[in-house]
């Protein structure tokens, strides 16, 4: 019996919407990493990029649990300057003008290193609101709440 290699030419890439609304941040990023490396499909190839497309919407309304996690979850940064250490909190990259970045730096940690995990990033489009330009692709609604009860905060 051979081995099946996928080929370039023999990728489907469909197109999925998530509403993230209520959705815990780190539960939902294990789900879009999956789904863009292609580990849901039965021709799944590890050294080629063959996911679906992932549109996600309502970003600034992901949930995360523990008791103070918002305030406590740091990110650092440096600027490549003396003194240029930077740091913000959860709550402020949720509240601050870009909040759609929370879910993609937990999709970009969760993917490969290296020129395919860019190539499958390429692949996410995270928007706020519940608006998004990729109707014309027609993307079908993927239910994460269904997948894992887990999946959702529950107050």
Not at 29 to 54: I, Q, T
Not at 85 to 97: H, M, N
Not at 122 to 128: D, T
């Amino acid at each position: 019996m051979r081995t099946f290699s996928l080929k370039e030419s023999q990728v489907k890439k469909n197109w999925l919407v998530v509403d993230a609304k209520g959705l815990v941040l780190g539960r939902l990023a294990a789900v879009l990493a999956s789904y863009l490396r292609g580990k849901h499909k039965p021709e799944f190839s590890p050294n080629m990029a063959c996911g679906d497309h992932m549109v996600v919407i309502n970003a600034e309304q992901i949930q995360v649990t523990g008791n103070n996690k918002m305030d406590d979850h740091t990110f650092y940064w440096h600027t490549g300057y003396p003194g240029g250490i930077k740091q913000r909190t959860l709550r402020e990259i949720l509240t601050g003008a870009h909040p759609e970045r929370a879910i993609e730096n937990a999709v970009r940690r969760m993917l490969p290193k290296g020129p395919l995990g860019r190539q499958m990033l390429r692949n996410l489009h995270v928007y706020c609101g519940s608006e998004h330009p990729h109707a014309g692709q027609q993307p079908k609604v993927l239910d994460v709440v269904s997948m894992n009860g887990k999946n959702v905060k529950r107050s």
